[in-house]
């Protein structure tokens, strides 16, 4: 198999306010979007030709990949004007499929190994994995290596085996789509016509990401992978344990203590004395002035982050300038995500361009809306809408 | 980076060669060559781009030829460290696309066995392994070789006596192309597009062996089977990367343009040169330039009177060529794009021939304007295929601002705020891109008309001139760059309910006037389409429409200005219909004064 269509078009709701200026497949896990994961993966196990249906705010996908050129692989690009569900994205790419392709979810984490062996399997297949939550996923029943039924979030189910939205294909698959909206439909039709569907499993990683906390899961998990290299300066007196990786031009000044897996991207100021503890990622552009303790988070690109703050378990998105003293503490709080309440432990999630003045407490599970506005030694929690003023 | 690439079959391999090898050159540039291989390998390289190259390169006879083009990692660009490289005897060639890692000694070694090394590339190591290991079979030799070899490549070797070519790859791309009695090896597919589109991507271990009418890959010594692949997407559209245009393409990029100046820079508190006439201290400068850059040149001028506090002249170079008896002694700043635009050169030399220094910023490494000039800056921009520039622009106000701010005599506080404001600029600017569905409807609105004015004062002044500029040469709508106050010393008895007026509104000390300007013009009549910073709410009650830009600082408000303008042109272009990457009557580079 030598083609992957990618279905990226999707806007993860759920994921606002990280969403509202990006598509879910831009989410910044470990400095890099999601979708370069997977693109990376696809990359290393010898598929080179990739399809990616676009929709959301498809210019941040064009202006991250290009041609592709970057990662060895070439682009055509299909814009999916409605997200209708995968099953229509997936019949726009009928024009230009091959007579074998991969289609995989460009929202979840997937890395080279967990499609290794699929990539050579026989179509049609499923790619499946077992895990703890399988009521939240479409549940796979299997006889052997054999697809018995895939049911949607089921109330309940006796299988921990779910579909990982990974599937192979031949051409054979559009005649099985017609009014159907989402493949896992396609695919119990092609079952109720008694056609053969695989189920392949994987031990490999494969994580799907719907809430904004999840950002700090997939964030952990690529971090483990992580090879210690060092790019910047160093200046006397820092302290590096673990594995840590330094990018490009990034200066970290004295006595800065950070304790992998940590990244951090190109151009960044740190410290000094800033203590930075695993599992953290940091972009590019990024400056963390004296005294702060970052832990378990992830920063995105341009961000400024005032002395003496305190951050964990927290996700701040692009461009955020935070002032000194800022607090953003981790603890079992209840968020709210579309009229749904979630016991998460989760310090504070910042969407882009946000401003918060000196000494700023942010309540764990709080929620920013992007360009939000906080006056000095405000005490903010729960969910703030876009734009937010808070005086 | 570099690229490679190979030739075999029955037409002379040169010209070829040299065809590919342009298409590659936006891998690095800053010297290249060929080997041709006919009784005897012959070889010609030097430290120039491509099309230099293939002016004076002589004719090498020839079927089976091997080419690269390089950007330089292991010993500067000069003649000697361009590719092709040979081994002792001269009867092996190799171009190799990569870093070897373990160089050093393999060097150490191999002069201690007798190797006579000329070169300071790690790739030179590669011919003389090949030539210890040869024993009349090139491809268990090359095989051999890179055995000893750790780090990345994709090679090409060739040798007098066995006509094909042997290529390798780890960590480097490479394909294959297959022709119609010729066969093609490149570093990537666009380069021999124009030849054949069937090509077979290798793999990393996999060792390729081509003649003009077959093709063996194989690993580990057995045989292999890769898949051939029949491209369908042209060049162009591939480089467009999902964009309409490439000039909204490079729009779009102007955010990572930034960081990545930024990110080159302020951690490591670095200058952009070292200015030895900045250093000194300096009482005036000259800026040189022409079309957009000369407007980067105008904004240069008020970043260096504001942060420098010395008068700045800047100068049509084309203008400048035929007077400037009061020529610059000290310093002057010569900004081109392609770095071969010709006023700007001439300019350049006349400042020279009077023992002035100069200093060129432009985008493109080894170009003319770079070994003219005492001190190049290179742009960060990447290369630019729309003829509106756009991103080019971005990238020198962004080298702009770098020179000056590393020199600046300001208050170190202010500095401090001016750089942490520079750092949020990225994502301004993407603030401003994704806001383009609003640009795009009083881009419907502009379309309609055929005379646009735009005005601005102070630092924004620039911005309106370029504003204009974009969109007469994108959408041949007539359109003038004005000092808002100068609009009352004649253009007024242009002004009508047909001539909208786009005015840059900028929190400075301009604020005032400028209301009173806009207020002026809509008692003529004209329509207003104002730029406004978010929050300013006096220009609600004025302008009849308002594009709402990010706050920033006053000095740093052209660069969001200037990316509303430019999707402003280009939608308004593509509202009209025009051809907006190419449009009638213009070239990208005017290489002709």
New interface residues.
Partial sequence: MKQAVILAAGEGQRLRPFTVTKPKVMLSIAGKPILHYVVESLAQNGIRHIVLIVGYKREQVFDYLGSGERFGVDITYITQERQLGTAHALTLAKGVAESEFLVLPADNLIEADTIAQFVTVNPEAVLVKRVDNPLRYGVVTVDGEVVKAIVEKPRETESNIVNTGIYAFTSEIFNFIEAELDIPEALSNMLAQGRLINAHETQGTWLDVVYPWDILRLNNAVLRQIRASMAGTIEAGVSLKGVVSVGENTLIRSNSYIVGPVVIGDGCDIGPNVCIFPATSIADNVVISPFTEIRNSVISDDVNIGSGSIIQDSVIDKGCVIQGHFTACSNEAEVRVNNEHYQVSVGAMLGEGCNLGNGVVAQPGLILGNYSQVKALKLISGRLPDKGLVY | MGGIVGYMGDKQAQPILLDCLVKLEYRGSDSCGIAVLGNSIDLYKDAVRVRELAKVAPQLSGVVGIGHTRLATHGEPSQINAHPHLDCSGNIAVVHNGVINNFQRLKQQLTAEGHHFVSETDTEVIPHLIEKYYDGNLEEAVEAALRDVDGSYAIIALTVGEPKLVTAKKDS?LIIGIGDRENFIAS??PAILDYTNRVI?L?DGDIGVITKDSMRISRGGTEVNR?Q?L???SVEE??K???EHFML?EI??E??VI?DT???????DKPAVDLAVMRGGIESMLILACGTSYHAALIGKYIMEELLSIPVRAEFASEFNYYGQTLARTGAIAITQSGETADTLKAMKKLKDVGCQVLAITNVVGSTASRIADQTIYTRAGSEASVAATKSFMAQLMALYWLVMSYSKIDARRLADLI?EL??L???V??V??NETKILEYAKYVSRYECVFFIGRGINFPVALEGALKLKETSYIHAEGYAAGEMKHGPFALLGSDTPIVAIVAQDNTYEAMLTNIKEIKARGAPVIALAEEGDEAIGELADSIITL?RVDAIFSPVVNVVALQLLAYYTARERGCPIDSPRNLAKSVTVE
């Fill in positions: 791309p990537d597919v991507y793999e898949k692949h491209i369908s997407w591939a480089q990367a999902g964009y393409k779009h990029e955010s990572r960081r930024l990110v080159g820079w302020v951690s490591e942490m750092r949020q990225p994502e301004k993407q603030q891109l994704d990010p």
